[in-house]
């Protein structure tokens, strides 16, 4: 198992060393578990997060609260006057739930 998580950190560094999120534009970070997926924009400089959403509140199959998400982060963050971000993918390669949030957020009107 340790060599999985060596792996996984690995992974998230390398994606992370090559992508930082400003105020204008933040960093859109996903977090995704068996059952859920969560995304926040979160703003590198100051170390805080400025918008976020999960899909504790959604219902439905996970691709579709997955892309929900997305358009819900989008649409918070447009309340913000956020129009652009930088998308952080962590370890997770982007495919599947990943994928469906990242057009979720661009159908919400960001652009990565």
């Given amino acids: 198992m340790k060599v999985k998580q060596a792996i996984r950190a690995r992974r998230q560094h390398r994606v992370r060393a090559k992508i930082s999120g400003q105020p204008e534009q933040p960093r859109l970070s996903v977090f995704r578990s068996l059952k859920h997926i969560a995304a926040q924009l979160i703003d590198d400089q100051t170390g805080r997060t400025l918008a976020m959403a999960d899909d504790h509140e959604l219902k439905g199959k996970k691709m579709v609260k997955a892309e929900a998400v997305g358009k819900l982060l989008a649409e918070r963050a447009?309340?913000?006057g956020i129009k652009r971000?930088?998308?952080?993918?962590?370890s997770y390669k982007y495919h599947g739930r990943v994928k469906a949030l990242a057009d979720g957020a661009r159908a919400g009107g960001l652009e990565f």
């Fill in 78 to 80: 447009t309340k913000l």
């Fill in 85 to 90: 971000a930088v998308f952080d993918r962590g």
